[in-house]
């Protein structure tokens, strides 16, 4: 059983450009969520993916979308970054669609935005 | 709109002592609470959930309503408990709010 992966490690990205993060559920979950974490603070939740469809949405703007496929991975999508959009973004999959379940978290993809 | 708060940033004890990391929370229905931990170098992860009712490597936790808290307790932290401490609620559907961590330092 592998666990939750995701890529790239690291990220530097300008202002005003898009970027693209993709992440690797744990075999045999079908629910993905995202998370942004500034330093010193607590995950933030963006959304919820569940059988390829939005299934919950934090307090994020639009440019902030995501995709998850048929073999569950996911991507978190972000337009026009800001210098405010630099933070580790976490992914994690569970097994029932829900939030109440145990999420399993990835290492993280650090994105620093100049 | 549901919140939470973590009132200590950095907590330091000393080994075999007891140790009570605070968590409040704000939320007008009836929520479901976790405390996820992450130890140095390792990933987020589950240490436990409120409607388990069980304890995890010594620690428990319970939700009180009147006082909308659950604050986490082990009787003698041992050095392998230090790590960052996050409350999480589970409140509205499809929204997971996290606290901003606490650091706990078991000294030896």
């Known amino acids: 059983e592998t666990g939750v992966t995701q890529s790239p490690t690291h990220l530097i990205k300008t202002r005003g450009q898009q970027v693209t993060l993709r992440c690797s559920s744990q075999?045999?979950?079908?629910?993905v969520s995202w998370y942004q974490q500034a330093l010193g603070q607590g995950p933030q939740f963006i959304f919820q993916y569940y059988r390829e469809e939005e299934n919950g949405r934090g307090n994020f703007p639009p440019r902030f979308s995501g995709l998850q496929f048929p073999n569950y991975s996911s991507e978190l999508n972000v337009n026009a970054l800001e210098l405010d959009d630099s933070a580790l973004y976490l992914c994690?999959?569970?097994?029932?669609?829900?939030?109440?379940?145990?999420?399993?978290f990835g290492p993280g993809t650090r994105l620093t935005v100049l | 709109a549901q919140r939470v708060t973590q009132p200590e940033k950095l907590l330091s004890v000393f080994k075999g002592a007891p140790v009570e990391l605070k968590c409040n929370y704000s939320?007008?229905?009836?929520?479901?609470l976790f405390w996820y931990v992450q130890y140095s170098r390792q990933r987020l992860q589950l240490l436990l959930r409120?409607?388990s009712r069980e304890s995890i490597k010594g620690f428990t936790a319970d939700l009180n309503k009147g006082e909308t808290s659950f604050h986490l307790k082990k009787p003698f932290a041992q050095e392998e408990d230090s790590a960052m401490y996050y409350c999480?609620?589970?409140?509205?559907?499809?929204?997971?709010?996290f606290g901003s961590g606490t650091q706990l330092t078991v000294l030896p």
């Open positions: 409120h409607i």
């Open positions: 994690a999959s569970n097994a029932g669609g829900g939030l109440d379940n145990e999420q399993f």
């Open positions: 999480v609620l589970h409140g509205s559907a499809r929204q997971l709010t």
């Open positions: 939320y007008s229905g009836s929520p479901e």
């Open positions: 075999s045999g979950h079908n629910t």
